[in-house]
């Protein structure tokens, strides 16, 4: 799926027959170590696009996500800003910006990028591509505290994107994100679906 030249390709869904869907989490605001122990007693692979501006006090944190989960780091900006309202230079500082860091600290320059709130045009592909970027990642389902909200339907298909944030119980109404990521799991296997490492079909 992705392209070794070229501007960068833009999806919310892998094409495969596979019940699989992929999980991806946003931001790093909370970095509870429960959860890192939940994903490596489940080997739960997962997407961690990180915005530094919340993520940077415990980079080791997500660190450990990802060696427990066998997951992997990419970028969601250095300050979260909607791309959408800044020009081509303002983006591409946002993105380059945090790929710089994000290879600096994990040895690995991100190929995959989330635009804060989904919200992109030419430009931010133009940006992401002159930082590396190979494919800006959006999604088809979201983790709510207690169900999943669909972009269409009310069914997971295969290859999905589901996206979930990194948030403590302040905004998770008590909730952690152990207990909120446990939910989705059920849900997920419910529907006859396993969660795949998304890397490792694009």
């Known amino acids: 799926m992705l392209e070794p030249s070229g501007p960068p390709v833009v999806f919310d869904r892998v094409r495969t027959k596979d019940k699989v869907v992929f999980l991806t989490f946003d931001d ?12 490596g007693e489940l080997k739960l692979p997962s ?14 944190h997500f660190e450990q996500l990802r060696d ?6 990419q970028n969601h900006t250095t300050s979260h800003a909607n791309l959408r309202t ?3 230079e303002g983006q591409r500082k946002q993105i ?3 790929q710089d860091r ?11 990028f ?5 919200n992109y045009n030419a430009d931010t592909v133009r940006a992401a591509g002159s930082c590396g970027v190979k494919a800006l990642v959006l999604w088809r389902e979201s983790m709510q505290i207690h169900n999943m909200r669909y972009a269409e339907g009310d069914r997971l298909k295969s290859g999905d994107i589901v996206l979930a944030h990194f948030r403590g119980p302040d905004e998770l109404k008590g909730s952690t994100i152990t207990e909120m990521t446990a939910r989705m799991l059920r849900r997920i296997q419910d529907q006859g679906f396993t969660v795949a490492r998304l890397e490792d079909y694009l």
Request: charged share 20%.
């Open 28 to 39: 790093g605001a909370e970095k509870d170590p429960q959860f890192v122990r939940m994903v």
């Open 47 to 60: 997407s961690m696009f990180l915005t530094d501006s919340v993520a940077r006090s415990d980079y080791g």
């Open 68 to 73: 427990a989960g066998g997951g992997a780091i």
């Open 86 to 88: 800044l020009p081509y």
């Open 96 to 98: 380059c910006d945090q």
């Open 102 to 112: 994000l290879e600096a600290r994990f040895g690995t320059r991100p190929a995959l």
């Open 114 to 118: 989330r635009p804060p709130y989904g």
